[in-house]
């Protein structure tokens, strides 16, 4: 699993009026974070304006900026227009029309001197984070934006890695908990009634994920509430974030017996995501895939020996599956997850053609007595659409 890590990750603080911390505050503030870690920032005089502070590391920059005006409202125009975000803060739009100000808080890989005011040139782009890197540049800036708001509450809070608006206690709610990985996660979706059936349905495309499991994930329509999804998803980036291993092509996972989603790796103009189909869904009334599997085995051919040997063995393996014994083999990933609550195993859907590919191998094996084993949506654009708006939001904020 390779992550797609930026250059820098960035927060902005809203507000109609702010309380500025000096510089020797923040200096203090920022290495009583860092040193648990082993790294050390000094304080530089390198400023734009008097409430401007440039920190650096070995190999680390944080830029501290305090600025007396509002920022364009362009600027979080797809954040505004977010299904999630009209649910999580309701005076979203409140808070970009009416702030008077804003806290800029920035951590960038490598050491990074601001532009020189009196020379219109850009520094040199930093190289992306290492994984190690930009996990600790994360909990940082989780830290730096939370003493922020310890001295005066801001109207919002802005995180720029996932275009994400938060109002500023749903904010320290996620940003406190550094296990927490779904402050970096924005879930994008859009709903419809199926002409069919009558039914709402939901579809969700992550904008996010990428940096901690290298892909973004999507869920097609589906009768299933928009919260549901997104706790469905948060506990799929839970569990590979935390293991380092993404669940396998075409294998399931699900948060009780009673759920099983399947996992596709997909690639949509030219990105590759995690597609997740729900194959079980009690809750939701989407059957159970045993019923198909048992509608497959009914299509052996009983006469024939070499068929009815494997309908016999597959036959068994399901009821081994049902009634778990201590001998049974365990999945090598189940293995690597080390977590019996959270994941509740990976099997493969059995099908027909696999069915009878195992059933030609046990011919063959069956010959020395030996039998084998074995529609555009409102919040959702695509992945490339997201990647400029990366680029675009990381210069909205710098100062001329």
């Known amino acids: 699993m390779e992550r797609v890590l930026s250059n820098k990750i960035e927060a902005v ?5 702010f309380a500025v911390l000096g510089p020797n505050v923040w200096h203090r503030l920022i290495n009583d974070f860092s040193a648990k870690s082993g790294v050390s920032f000094d304080v530089t005089q390198n400023v734009k304006t008097p409430e401007f502070f440039h920190f650096l590391s070995d190999d680390m920059t944080v830029e501290v900026d305090y600025v007396s005006e509002p920022v364009v409202e362009t600027a979080f ?35 990074i001197d601001p532009p020189d005011p009196f020379i219109n040139e850009e520094p040199p782009q930093p190289l992306p984070y290492s994984a190690e890197g930009f996990d600790f540049a994360v909990d940082l800036l989780r830290w730096l934006a939370t003493c922020q708001i310890s001295s005066g509450e801001p109207m919002g809070v802005y995180w720029a890695q996932c275009d994400k608006l938060l109002g500023s206690n749903d904010f320290l709610k996620h940003a406190i908990n550094f296990k927490d990985p779904s402050l970096l996660i924005h879930p994008m979706s859009s709903s419809r009634i199926n002409s069919e059936t009558g039914y709402k349905e939901y579809r969700l495309q992550t904008f996010g994920a990428e940096c901690l499991i290298g892909s973004e994930i999507k869920i097609d329509y589906v009768p299933i509430p928009n ?53 079980l869904s009690d809750e939701h009334g989407i059957s159970k895939p045993e019923e198909e599997e048992q509608d497959a085995l009914e299509e052996f051919d009983l006469d024939d020996p070499a068929e009815r040997a494997m309908f016999e063995r597959i036959k068994l393996k399901q009821e081994q599956e049902t009634n778990p014994s201590e001998d049974m083999e365990v999945s090598e990933f189940k293995d690597a997850l080390h977590d019996e609550q959270s994941w509740r ?30 529609a555009a949506m409102t919040d959702v654009d695509a992945p490339e659409q997201q990647k400029r708006l990366l680029k675009k939001v990381g210069g909205l904020f710098s100062r001329k």
């Not at 998803?233 to 099983?260: C, D, K, Q, Y």
Request: glycine share 8%; proline share 2%; aromatic share 4%.
């Open 13 to 17: 603080l809203l507000y109609e009026e």
């Open 77 to 111: 125009e797809r954040a505004l227009a977010s299904k999630f975000t009209r649910s999580t803060f309701p005076d979203a739009a409140k808070a970009v029309s009416s702030h008077r100000g804003y806290v800029h808080l920035v951590v960038t890989n490598g050491k």
């Open 345 to 374: 195993g990976v099997k493969k859907k059995i099908d027909m053609a696999s069915l009878r590919s195992l059933a030609k191998g046990a011919v063959d094996q069956s010959q020395e007595g030996v039998l084998s084993d074995d």
């Open 227 to 279: 919260e549901e999804l997104i706790a469905c998803v948060e506990h799929l980036i839970g569990i590979t974030h935390a293991t380092g291993l993404m669940v396998p092509e075409n294998h399931v996972f699900g948060r009780s017996e009673n759920e099983e989603i399947r996992v596709n790796h997909i690639m949509e103009d030219g990105v590759p995501l995690v597609e997740l189909v729900f194959e």
